[in-house]
Structure formats: C-alpha cells, structure tokens
C-alpha cells in the first residue's frame, strides 16, 4: 500500500509540473533554470520518444527501431532515464525472439546504467524471468527473494519464486524442490483464502497434467445452471486435464458442451468417456471445421444454463473458479457479464507470463468470460473468425452496457493455468498474437472497433446486432476457410495522411472500384509519423462499402498489378511484408528525395527504395512520374531509375467534381473574390514578404480568402491586409470553397518543390481560372495562366473585365482534368503500362 500511494503521489507531482511548464508561453519558458529544464525535459519529452521508438519496434519496424533504440542506450549525452528505458525496449524484443542471453545482457545494462532501477519490480522480474529462461535458477531465486524482503503481497513474486524452485528450470529433480514450488503456489492461493493445489499422483513429476485443487465445499444452486462450453481441436492430450478440471468444480450445477471441431485425433474419443462417466458432459460434433468461435456460437444453440461461460480445452480450472464468477453475478446483475485471471504456464509449471515478457506473471483470462444467457440476446454471437473474437466480443460488450470488462474482475487471483508451450514464442506465425500491433489481429480489431462506434453511436440496427458480414476483416481468418480470389490491384501506401498524398491514392483506388477492377489496400505507415494510429475511419468504410480488401502484413495474396503510391514509406523495412505474388509493380513518383530545392528536407533515398522493391518483389518495376515536373526532375537526377513515358496525373470524380456550373461574376460583384487552399506549411507560403503580399494581392481591391490556415502567411506579412480572410482547416467543404471564388492563386515557397498541385487541379476541376507560378508550366501547360508575384493583380484585372476570357480559362483548365485526371483513364493506365514492359 505504501508504495502505491508513493507511486501515485509522485505521478501526481510529475504530472501538475508538466501542466504547468506546457502552459508556459514560449517566451517565458526561457526564464525557466536550466536545471529546472532538464528535469521536464529527462522526465516527459524523452521518455515521449523512447515511447515512439518502442511503439515503432513492435509495429512493423523492428529494423530501424533497434537501431534507434540501440544509438539512445549508446548515447551518453541522452538523459539517463532514455537510455535505461531504451535497454528495455530492447530486453523484451530479444526475450520475443528467443534470445534470452541478449535480453539479459540488456537488463543488466540498464541496471549499470540507472542502478535506481534495480528496485523497481519490472527490473528485478524481467531479469529474473530471463534468469529462469537460461537455467540460472538460484539466481533468480535469490535476486526475487532480496528484492521483495518486506515488502507487501505480491502474486507474480510468488509465482517467480515458484519457478526459481521448479525442477524443469533448475534440473534438480527432488522432493524438495517440488515441495518449494508448491509452496510458492499455494502462497497465492492461501492469500486468497482459496484452496490450495496438490499432485495428482504423487509417484509422478509436478506438471500441469498431474495437479488438483485440494476441494472447496460443493455448492448446488438449483437455479444457477452454469453452461461450460470447451470448444475443442485436435486437444487429445491436453483436454483431459482441462476437462476433469471441470468435472471437479465446486459449483456443481454445471452443463458442460463440449464444440469438437472436426478434430482428426482422439479428442471426440476421450470426451465420450467423460460423458459416460458424467451426465453434465456432451459432446457437439462440428460436421465442418470454422474456428473456435464457430464452436462456441453451434454450442450456444444448445445451451441451457442461466450463465454461460468458456474454458480452453487446453486449461487448467481452479475448483472455485467458476463458483466465484458466478456468485458474482448473482449478487450484482447490474452488468451481466464477468471474467478471471489466469496465470499462464508451461507443461512443467513453469510461469512465464504472456508472449511479451513483463513484471506480471497473471493476466486477464478472456476464454473465462461469463455472461447471462440473455446477455446474448442483446449483443449477438461470437463473430465466426479464427482467431481474436473473444476480445472484440467482450468490448462489445462494453460498448453495448456502459461497462469496462476490464473492472468486472472477480478476483486477482490467478483462477486458472492456461497452457503455453515454447514454439508460441515463433516469430513469425501470421496470426500469433503479437500480431495485435502489426498484422492480421491489429487489423481486425481496428475495423471491428470501427463498427464498434457506429454501436455507441446508435448507427446500428435496432435490436440484437450481426457483425456485419462484408466487414473487411482478413480473409485469412475468415471461419470458411474460402480462398480469397487475385486481386486486379494492391495500392500500398499510408492511408493514414492527409492532403494530395492520400488523396490521390484514394483516386486511384476509386477509380479502381469504378471500372469494376477489384482492389485492395496495404496501409504501409510512413515510419518518421505515428505508426500506432488506427486505419482511418473513413478508409475501412470505403473498404466495406466498395468491397475492397485490406490486406495484412504476413498474408499471401495473388494480385496483377501492384501500385506504391508514396515512395517515402519504402525508406524504412516492413517486418512481415505480404507475400504478394504479382504481374507488375508501379511506384507512383508523387514526392521527390528531397521536399526542397536545397536538398535540406530530405525525404528519401532513392537507391534505398529501388532496394526495397528488389527485396520485396524481385525487381524495381516500373517508376511513374505524376507531373512534367517531375518527369523532368527524375531525368537530372542518377539516383531514380528512367521513367516511364506515361505520366499518371493525380485523379478525381470528373462527374461529381464537373458538375458546377461555372460563371462569370464580374457582372454581379464590385470585387472578385481569390483565393487558396491547403495545408498551413512555411514552404506552402512565398519565403519574401514582398512576394507574399504580391501573389496574394495583399491591399488591392479583391477579397482574398485561404481555407486551411494562415499562421505562417501572417508570420512573413508582419501586418495583416485588411482584405485577407482565413478559414480553419476542415472548416467547409473543399468544393463549396472552391465553388465561390473567381480565381484561385497557388504560390509556394520558391525552394519548395511542388510535384503535381492538387489544389490548383481541383480549382480547374470546379470551374475556376487559376493563375500560378511559372515553374508550374511543366505540369499544367496551357491549362493555366503564369505570372510574377508582381504580376498576379494586373492579371486578374484585366480577366476579370473579360467575360470570354474569364470563361477561357475556365474550359482550358476543364479539359485539362478530362484529358488528364478522369477516373476513366486509370484501367488504361494499367494496360498501358503492360504493352509498354512488353515492347521493351
């Protein structure tokens, strides 16, 4: 208790400190001591970014996240706190891979490092755990023992002190050290006031298969049947253990269904003789193999208890577990539904923790969630996917009854022994369950927690809810085991920007869907951004409502064409990069190496993406220029390969975006309006201050309006014209803004490299006469006017006293997107590209 409230007084202090520095207006923060800045800067802002390392080493970018983390714990300029945190990000990835040497070299490193750390539970646990993974039993042992010498009740202690003890760990196989590790075990129990366990056969070595709870009195409540469903697969030599685990609960008003999944090994065999042995068992025979989930729902038409709860066939139950969560329920129905913890362990009783190693050695236990039968009524069934419905289902639950299932814990106390074994710790498995953070589960739970939303916000059905079946969860995990059919195209990129870059993927993509082509999408998160963010909403409803496929890192998918839409995602490595078995490969040159002219903001390499395409694909393919501008930047520079001699322009919905009907105002207005929009960025602004009020007819008498903020714009001026007006990013539809001005301006900073220029393509799109810097000549041609800064005023002058040449401009523009950026062209883009591979 002491160190807990320890604990939280000092993140109480730490956190009104941050409040206040932040608070500090820029100016005033230089008055802060320097000593005073260290503190905030060692204790928040550092400890932000080994964050961001770690959330990029476990998200799909190991390599250069290692070797970020590695250059933090090397760096002796960093504050210490970095680098000791660093040392373990690093520990538990190698402890994931297996390689229990390296992760301890790494824990003793940090505890060099910060020997602060060493009385903090996830050091001394981390390095325990390690220690029993390379045999070093007594160490562990003793390294646990002096760490928690007076200190309250800790569960994962005990459990450590347990395997520090067990003859699997330490290769003393006595009476002793089994009746040490007892003793660890039971320690947990007694705490809890709950029986203890004991060998099964006392002739035989402690496993998980030869234990049992010592008993707890029977409880037979005549109207609080508990349904039990064991869905089950090619469980022959665990589901004994599992089952008998069962059979000896204390809670004896039990139905238990056995979901055997078409198993091909004695399973079906050693149920029936349960069943013969006790009336409470029955075995369901799934006539097709889906899933454990399958299992459960085909078991849930047959049930008949007033509570229903799961076990995994592969588990050890304590006798009392399901006594606990029943009673429960009984006495608080306010939320209908509870879970346990477990504590996982290997065959020999070994506690390891889950998959990621950490100072906890229990973990909530989602296969013990127990619910009223009627709770189903309202939330539906388990969806039928292979793997992860049981967390989606329990946050459903949440969201359905205002509820965290997360407080709806009947107890701390480990209630059962799920089993591990050591090839659980593969790296490579597609649907392991690290791929929670990058791969087939974080996929699936980011658009299930999607429609998740449209639940809390009353956008669902009314009633009880149906997951959805044209969700566009991995196909790979789909219960029907159908084969996902090839795929026309693959457009890889990061779906998760804004601006022209994921708008004109989206394009391609719609278009796509528009010429019946079917698609689907990689989301490939562009490492120096956040790679934790979910997949944009907006992107997972086009996907389900145009039935696009998302595919996951470690899929396998048949596929024509693929298309990179954004080279800058290929700099850094992709762990798990789909198999994808292709025709061709495009890479859409829609961003230079380097985002100025001075080569300052580098963006990429060159030579390190064509690599990329080689390791991924076998070759380059094909690199496709969007603009003139940049077929013309690619020729001067060695480092990209020659282009192709199509230019794919950016796309959009000519129907929708053509539809305006533009006209002249000069007859109807004192003034025209101008105006822009785009992202509020110093290279999207003139660097000259001169130049800026020039382009943008500071004074002069026109409105000028700029949606997407003008804070940098404001910066340069230094006063603010009186005819300047700025409109929040986001603020008002892009084609309503677009639709009310009578000329739109375009002019960046003159070290900026503007590939393409969606804005001033969208402007042409709606109906308006743009006017641009030269250097634009190359990509839009005579589809726009060209002038100095000093030159854009007397521009619009003379055309906005000429209906005809107002209306010129206007269809030059026009037939510009036609001819260049229609959704139509995009099939012939890819046949375009195929009879060009041929004729070289």
């Keep these: 208790m002491q160190r807990s409230l320890k604990k939280d007084l000092v993140a109480s202090i730490e956190g009104g400190l941050r409040r206040a520095y932040d608070m500090l207006p820029a100016v005033a923060r230089t008055a802060v001591p320097r000593a005073a800045k260290d503190f905030v800067r060692e204790r928040f802002t550092s400890r932000t970014q080994v964050a961001e390392y770690d959330g990029k080493l476990w998200r799909g970018f190991s390599d250069q996240a290692l070797a970020d983390l590695a250059a933090m714990k090397a760096d002796e300029r960093r504050p210490v706190r970095d680098r000791s945190e660093a040392c373990y990000s690093l520990a538990r990835w190698h402890a994931v891979e297996g390689d229990f040497a390296a992760a301890l070299k790494e824990m003793q490193d940090r505890r060099a490092i910060n020997p602060g750390v060493g009385r903090a539970a996830r050091q001394y646990m981390l390095e325990a755990l390690l220690l029993c993974r390379l045999g070093r039993a007594e160490e562990a042992r003793a390294l646990v023992g002096q760490a928690v010498s007076g200190h309250t009740f800790d569960i994962s202690a005990r459990l450590m002190m347990a395997n520090g003890w067990n003859p699997a760990i330490s290769g003393k196989q006595t009476v002793e050290a089994e009746r040490k590790t007892l003793e660890h075990i039971n320690a947990v129990y007694a705490h809890y006031k709950l029986p203890g366990i004991v060998k099964r056969d006392a002739d035989t070595q402690l496993s998980l298969d030869n234990i049992r709870g010592e008993g707890g009195q029977p409880h037979d409540d005549p109207d609080a049947r508990v349904t039990v469903i064991v869905p089950a697969y090619n469980a022959a030599e665990t589901i004994g253990t599992a089952l008998t685990s069962l059979a000896e609960q204390s809670w004896r008003n039990l139905e238990i269904l056995v979901a055997d999944d078409c198993s091909t090994d004695d399973t079906a065999r050693i149920v029936e003789a349960f069943c013969r042995k006790d009336e409470r068992f029955r075995l369901i025979r799934q006539s097709v193999n889906r899933g454990s989930y399958a299992s459960r729902n085909r078991a849930l038409e047959e049930a008949a208890g007033r509570f229903v709860t799961i076990h995994d066939a592969d588990d050890w139950a304590h006798p009392l577990r399901i006594e606990q969560q029943a009673r429960a329920l009984l006495k608080s129905p306010a939320v209908p539904y509870n879970l346990s913890r477990l504590a996982r362990a290997t065959p020999q009783l070994c506690f390891f923790g889950t998959w990621r190693p950490s100072a906890e050695l229990t973990s909530l236990n989602l296969s013990s969630l127990m619910v009223a039968r009627s709770v189903f009524e309202k939330a539906g069934n388990w969806n039928e996917v292979r793997v992860s419905a049981d967390q989606e289902f329990v946050k459903r639950l949440d969201v359905l009854f205002g509820a965290n299932h997360r407080k709806q814990v009947v107890s701390e106390c480990p209630l059962a022994f799920g089993r591990t074994v050591s090839t659980s710790l593969t790296r490579h498995g597609k649907t392991h369950v690290r791929t929670f953070h990058h791969g087939i589960r974080r996929t699936y739970h980011e658009v299930t927690e999607h429609w998740h939303r449209s639940l809390a916000d009353g956008l669902a059905q009314a009633g009880r809810p149906v997951v959805p079946p044209d969700l566009p969860v991995p196909s790979s995990i789909r219960s029907d085991n159908s084969v996902a059919g090839k795929l026309d195209v693959v457009f890889i990129g990061d779906f998760n920007m804004s601006g022209g870059t994921y708008h004109s993927a989206m394009g391609m993509l719609r278009a796509a869907r528009a010429a019946g082509l079917s698609a689907g999408i990689l989301q490939y998160y562009r490492y120096d951004l956040d790679v934790t963010k979910p997949l944009k909403g907006e992107v997972i409803d086009y996907a389900q409502k145009n039935g696009v496929r998302i595919v996951c890192a470690g899929e396998e998918v048949d596929v024509g064409t693929v298309v990179v839409t954004h080279p800058p995602i290929l700099q850094y490595q992709l762990d798990m990069f789909p198999r994808l078995n292709h025709e061709r490969v495009v890479t859409v040159v829609n961003q230079m190496a380097e985002r100025d002219r001075s080569g300052r903001d580098v963006a990429y390499d060159p030579a390190v993406v064509r690599r990329r395409l080689i390791d991924y694909f076998g070759h380059e393919g094909d690199w496709v220029p969007i603009s003139g501008t940049v077929r013309a930047l690619m020729e001067a520079d060695e480092r990209y390969p020659p282009p192709h001699r199509d230019t794919w322009m950016p796309l959009v919905d000519t129907d929708t975006w053509l539809a ?181």
């Design 660 to 840: 305006h009907r533009p006209h002249w105002r000069g007859g109807e207005r004192d003034r025209p309006v101008i105006g822009r929009h785009g992202r509020d960025h110093f290279l999207k602004w003139p660097g000259a201050r001169a130049a800026l009020l020039d382009a943008y007819c500071a004074e002069q008498a026109c409105e000028v309006r700029f949606l997407g903020g003008a804070a940098h714009a404001r910066k340069t001026a230094g006063r603010w014209p009186k005819n300047w007006e700025v409109q929040p990013f986001g603020s008002r539809d892009v084609k309503d803004f677009l639709a009310g001005l009578d000329f739109f301006l375009h002019y960046p900073h003159d070290d900026y490299i503007e590939e393409f220029g969606r804005a001033p393509m969208e402007a042409m799109a709606i109906g308006v006469p743009v006017i641009l810097p030269p250097v634009f000549r190359a990509t839009f041609a005579d589809a726009a006017l060209y002038a100095e800064p000093h030159e854009v005023w007397p521009t619009i002058e003379r055309l906005w006293k000429d209906e005809a040449a107002w209306i010129g401009r206007v269809e030059a523009g026009r037939a510009f997107v036609r001819s260049n950026c229609a959704y139509d062209l995009f099939p012939a883009r890819l046949e375009m590209r195929q009879n060009h591979r041929q004729a070289r």
